[in-house]
């Protein structure tokens, strides 16, 4: 069954330092998310893609965090400076619109970020 | 920001028992669904329920929208062990964009 990958599972990080995550989604699926869930809350979207275009980045901290999907398929979420507060996970999800189930993301297994 | 808020919070049943977890939102809704999220995972979909739709069945999972209210319920029937995961309802709304806005959760223990 294909997923959503991402990567590094793991993050641990200085403040004022560079991050970058990477997701691939399911081949196909031309809607790419990108959320973030602190510990003990439901997860919050910071971006979404509609093949390369960006659909919605209204909660995206522009000064800070950036994401970019260049050819509509894989993305990259980056944070500089990361800041204290930025420790959560960062989930990426898929879905693939004008299907049967195209409300349907299929979530990957995060990538859990710890800023010291 | 999140739409609205589950209840309860955290929930801890025998296995067998049935679990049921309440989710109130705020807006008008497109549909309305539910996920599983394991301890440090990432979630899984269970059930998509559409506006015009009051109940639906999908294995264990029995799922009720009431519009009128903004609220809906999910019941886990003879719960088991690995049922064990925290639960989320997520709203998208009539514009149809697609973006899913989350509850706080339901954390879910199951004992053996």
């Known amino acids: 069954e294909a997923e959503v990958a991402q990567s590094p599972r793991y993050k641990i990080t200085e403040k004022s330092q560079a991050v970058a995550f990477w997701c691939d989604p399911i081949?196909?699926?031309?809607?790419l998310y990108w959320y973030r869930q602190i510990l003990g809350q439901g997860p919050e979207l910071l971006v979404q893609?509609?093949?390369?275009?960006?659909?919605?980045d209204s909660q995206l901290p522009k000064d800070r965090f950036s994401a970019e999907r260049l050819k509509g398929v894989d993305s990259t979420l980056k944070i500089q400076p990361a800041e204290l507060g930025d420790s959560a996970m960062y989930l990426c999800?898929?879905?693939?619109?004008?299907?049967?189930?195209?409300?349907?993301?299929?979530f990957g297994p995060g990538t859990r970020l710890l800023v010291l | 920001s999140q739409q609205g808020e589950e209840d309860p919070q955290a929930l801890s049943i025998q296995e067998g028992e049935n679990a049921t977890m309440n989710c109130s939102y705020k807006t008008s809704i497109n549909n309305l669904q539910w996920y599983r999220q394991n301890s440090g995972r990432g979630l899984v979909h269970l059930i998509l329920?559409?506006?015009?739709?009051r109940e639906k069945h999908s294995g264990r999972l029995r799922v009720t929208l009431d519009t009128s209210k903004k609220s809906s319920s999910l019941l886990i029937t003879a719960s088991r062990a690995a049922d064990t995961a925290s639960y989320f309802c997520?709203?998208?709304?009539?514009?149809?964009?697609?973006?899913?806005?989350f509850g706080q959760g339901t954390t879910l223990q199951v004992k053996p």
């Open positions: 997520a709203t998208v709304s009539s514009s149809n964009t697609g973006k899913l806005i």
């Open positions: 999800a898929s879905s693939r619109p004008g299907g049967p189930k195209q409300e349907t993301q299929y």
């Open positions: 081949s196909g699926h031309a809607t």
């Open positions: 329920i559409r506006s015009n739709e």
């Open positions: 893609f509609q093949d390369e275009s960006v659909v919605d």
